[in-house]
């Protein structure tokens, strides 16, 4: 039980995020809202390999992480001088 | 669901416990900040200081409960990762939305990039003159 409010508190998070992606008035506040979610998305994925008893989640989290830097590096790149 | 959180109440439980209350609070307070602050700038401090923290902070709890396993080495190799990526991130994209052209906040009180972008930018006239 109190696993699954761990759960939902991040769950909150990642709404706040995607509220902050709807309203953001620059492009580089959409971008941080991404950065922000996917960080929060691998605290989730570890919970839930905690919770349910997967730990393959770890794996899963751990590339994730990766691929995010990747993107961010290219947006970064992009609104400084163009593709 | 065979971990539950009522475990037994040893030192490393009682630290694993604290270590992931830190980490989600640290969390969701990142994400209260990036809704509710004025500035490009402001909102990505308190999205990546406290977001990267609270991440590292619940991954090394799994450290604490499992012990060096193979569970307990794979969390503890995943933070430098996260560490190092979303702080190096962070720094990319405000150099970028800098150079972009989005302003400071209202209340801001001093910019001491400015100087340094300007003779950046001119530099790159220069060398396409050339």
């Known amino acids: ?83 | 669901m065979q971990n539950t959180w009522e475990g037994k109440n040893s030192m490393n439980e009682i630290i694993f416990k604290i270590l992931l209350i830190i980490g989600i609070l640290f969390n969701l307070f990142g994400c209260i900040g990036l809704v509710r602050l004025p500035d490009v700038y402001n909102r990505l401090q308190s999205a990546t200081k406290c977001v990267t923290l609270g991440t590292c902070s619940i991954l090394l709890s799994l450290l604490f409960h499992f012990g060096f396993t193979e569970i307990g080495i794979k969390a503890i190799v995943a933070i430098p990762l996260l560490f190092f990526g979303a702080t190096v991130a962070a720094h990319a994209l405000v150099k970028g939305s800098y150079l972009f052209g989005v302003k400071l906040g209202d209340q801001s009180v001093i910019d001491e990039y400015k100087d340094e972008a300007e003779k950046s930018s001119e530099d790159k006239k220069k060398m396409n003159k050339k």
């Open chain 1, 1 to 83: 039980m109190t696993t699954l409010i761990f759960i939902i508190i991040i769950c909150i998070g990642i709404v706040l995020c995607i509220i902050r992606m709807g309203i953001g008035p620059t492009a580089a506040d959409r971008a941080i809202a991404v950065d922000t979610a996917t960080t929060v998305v691998v605290a989730l994925l570890v919970l839930l390999g905690f919770v349910f008893d997967r730990y393959i989640y770890l794996d899963v989290a751990l590339v994730y992480s990766i691929v995010s830097f990747v993107g961010l590096i290219a947006i970064a790149r992009y609104l400084e001088k163009g593709i």
